[in-house]
């Protein structure tokens, strides 16, 4: 009846799985075909996060801590344990050194595929392409510096099959050689290069997904499993340029105190290099403590929200009471995008991280308020933006922003009638969180649409 756990959690895996089993067992207030059924769901758990790379203590711990959030007797179990499975998230491998050896393994994978992303950043430099006077060539290939060390770093964590690594490789050699042959005709960059160049990397974004969960792409829990992967990621990301930020200003200010110029190496060397292997850097850390970090996004989600609740609705007013609409100039376009990818990345982190079972509370109530004046907002904008395609003609920049805003509309107008379904009429929220899961090919979609098509379709204007 139970699932399996993974092949390398042995019997220190059951042993943890035998106390919560026993904690569970001393309340009254769970039945016996209760048990079992969680049971089977933690198992379940152990399962997916031991495809993704987790040792058995460490999927037993982030299923626990996953557990916890819809089950009280769980959390109170973490909580009790709380010493003990600390201390085997983050001293792994100080038993007989198998962990430890598998962490090793996977640190110097990464570490090799970050001198990799830095090598490829540069060869084209080294071979006479460099970014002065060749920023078109950069624009366009940036996806192909990092995305593809990543993926290959959860393709080989993962141990994928032949068949899914040939098809990723044809997936990002196809993207890559349709965006070099492509005969652009803007100076010194095309309208249509530029919207190829941001929307490629969130496209094959979705390759690396693909790679990220071993090839398992059904079920909207392993998607989620990605997203929280994302936000992390890029909290880690931002975090380790930071860093480097500061690393980079202390170097100047040393070698200045010598009367050395160190800026032209920094610049051609340590800014690229960084750039591209910050980026596997990140998706290790991400991986090796994943229970640790996983609440960050969620955290930041509870803080901002209201923000943004707060701010739109402002806005909106602000309208009203001014009778001023929205001037849609390209600058204007880019802000009001930007603004509700932010409240779409609000809403998402914080579904992923809600208890699914926990009855509606004030913080629903202000995720619907967001959601519905980013509606508002969004549907203004949508106005303002076919008065003036209606006024001046379609070009690129504006076809896209205007698709780019109906794909938000759709999926903000989707969430707020499934929230106040979830309000109103007991709705699971299950629904709401496969409405998002599955609403990702929407965007892998159409970032692929406006990266491949729209070269073709306004001939590499």
């Not at 959690?9 to 039945?31: K, M, P, Q």
């Not at 941001?198 to 496209?203: D, K, S």
């Not at 794909?407 to 107008?413: P, R």
Request: glycine share 10%; aromatic share 12%; charged share 15%.
């Amino acid at each position: 009846m139970h699932r399996n756990v993974p092949e390398d959690a042995g019997d220190s895996v059951e042993a943890l799985i035998d106390g919560w089993r026993a904690h569970l067992r001393r309340s009254r207030a769970i039945g016996g075909s209760d048990a079992e059924e969680l049971e089977d769901h933690l198992r379940e758990q152990i399962q997916a996060l031991g495809v993704a790379g987790l040792s058995g203590d460490e999927a037993f711990l982030v299923a626990v801590k996953r557990m916890g959030a819809i089950d009280a007797l769980t959390r109170e179990f973490a909580r009790a344990h709380s010493d003990r499975l600390w201390k085997q998230l983050v001293l792994s491998g100080d038993g007989d050194g198998t962990e430890s050896a598998t962490v090793s393994r996977k640190t110097w994978g990464a570490l090799a595929l970050a001198v990799a992303a830095g090598v490829a950043i540069k060869l084209p430099d080294l071979l006479g392409v460099g970014l002065d006077g060749a920023e078109a060539f950069y624009l366009r290939n940036a996806s192909f510096f990092i995305l593809p060390f990543v993926a290959v770093y959860f393709a080989w964590d993962r141990t994928l099959s032949k068949a899914t690594w040939l098809a990723l490789a044809a997936v990002f050699g196809a993207a890559a050689a349709a965006v070099n042959l492509f005969p652009f005709e803007g100076h010194p960059v095309a309208d249509t290069e530029v919207l190829a160049a941001l929307h490629l990397p969130i496209a094959l974004w979705f390759a690396v997904g693909v790679a990220y969960v071993g090839g398992r792409w059904w079920g909207s829990s392993r998607r989620m499993d990605f997203v929280r992967f994302t936000g992390e990621l890029f909290i880690y990301y931002a975090l380790i340029g930071l860093g480097g930020g500061v690393l980079i200003a202390m170097t100047f200010g040393l070698f200045e105190a010598i009367g050395v110029d160190v800026e032209p190496w920094v610049e051609s060397w340590i800014l690229p290099c960084g750039v591209a292997g910050a980026a596997v850097v990140a998706t290790r850390l991400v991986e090796a403590k994943q229970s640790v970090i996983e609440n960050m996004a969620p955290v930041l989600t509870r803080v901002f929200s209201p923000l943004f609740a707060l701010l739109l609705l402002v806005f909106v007013a602000t309208m009203i009471w001014t009778g001023r609409g929205i001037d849609m100039q390209r600058e204007m376009l880019i802000a009001f995008d930007l603004l509700l990818v932010v409240v779409f990345g609000l809403l998402l982190y914080s579904v992923s991280a809600r208890d699914p079972t926990a009855p509606p509370g004030l913080f629903d109530w202000i995720q619907l308020t967001l959601v519905v004046t980013a509606l508002v907002v969004d549907a203004l904008a949508l106005w303002a933006m076919s008065g003036r395609i209606t006024e001046l003609g379609l070009t690129p920049n504006r076809v896209a922003a205007l698709g780019e805003n109906l794909v938000l509309l759709v999926n903000l107008g989707g969430s707020a009638l499934l929230y106040v379904r979830f309000l109103q009429d007991g709705l699971p929220f299950s629904r709401l969180t496969d409405w998002q899961t599955a609403y990702l090919y929407v965007f892998a979609g159409w970032a692929a649409i406006v990266a491949l098509g729209f070269p073709v379709v306004f001939g590499f204007a």
